[in-house]
């Protein structure tokens, strides 16, 4: 079993639609979670950083962590067709070290 | 500013070729990871370097796999006698030790061995 399960996609949406996108965890140990958009043929960027439970909001984003059940979301508000990306969540159990990822779920926003 | 660089881009190998993959960190980051990503998947770890600290080399999958980080800079990962499965993007991200700790990603360096 892997330590970071993501909700496999492809995921469709019609723009300004929102949109959750979801994954759980296994290690116990995990603090830090994190969320990276990732562009074709890209490398990924950080979108959301949250440390321990609970919610962190920015802009159209917000992130939230229950480690109650290990549950990792994200949700987009008023989508966008530049949202369609694919979206990796990722754990780790210190601030810097290294990171568990999902599989990534493969968003499109359609006009 | 300039982000993290990876050379070269693309590169193609044959079964049993050694390949040397180039990694370029934004100046002044003091860590180092390396990754990999097989179509479809996400991101397997690889090695991490912290500053002067001992790399931690926990994912490195097997023995053929290397890295090196030179003067605290630039970092090479080297795969012996490849194989068909270490066809993959490979990924190098940089950050600086703080609170928050921010992995910026490079392009990666998408490898086909044939």
């Known amino acids: 079993q892997k330590e970071v399960e993501q909700d496999p996609g492809p995921l469709s949406v019609p723009e300004g639609a929102i949109v959750s996108l979801n994954c759980t965890y296994s290690n116990s140990a995990f603090q830090y979670f994190m969320w990276y958009r990732q562009y074709s043929r890209k490398g990924p960027e950080l979108l959301m950083y949250?440390?321990?439970?609970g919610n962190k909001e920015d802009g159209r984003f917000t992130a939230q962590v229950d480690k109650s059940s290990k549950y990792i979301s994200l949700f987009i508000r008023d989508s966008q067709p530049s949202d369609s990306a694919t979206y990796l969540c990722a754990s780790k159990t210190t601030n810097a070290g290294k990171s568990t990822f999902g599989d990534g779920t493969t968003l499109t926003v359609k006009p | 500013g300039a982000g993290v660089s990876q050379s070269p881009s693309n590169k193609v190998t044959e079964k049993g070729k050694d390949v040397e993959l180039r990694c370029d960190p934004i100046?002044?980051?003091?860590?180092l990871y390396w990754y990999r990503q097989s179509l479809g998947q996400g991101l397997e770890f690889l090695i991490y370097?912290?500053?002067?600290?001992?790399?931690?080399k926990s994912g490195l999958p097997s023995d053929r796999f290397s890295a090196e980080r030179t003067g605290g800079s630039v970092s090479t990962l080297t795969i012996q006698r490849t194989q068909q499965e270490d066809s993959a993007v490979y990924l190098c991200a940089s950050s600086l030790k703080r609170e928050r700790e921010t992995q910026y990603f490079g392009p990666g360096t998408r490898l086909l061995v044939l």
């Open positions: 100046s002044g980051h003091t860590a």
């Open positions: 370097f912290q500053g002067n600290s001992a790399p931690d």
């Open positions: 949250t440390y321990s439970s």
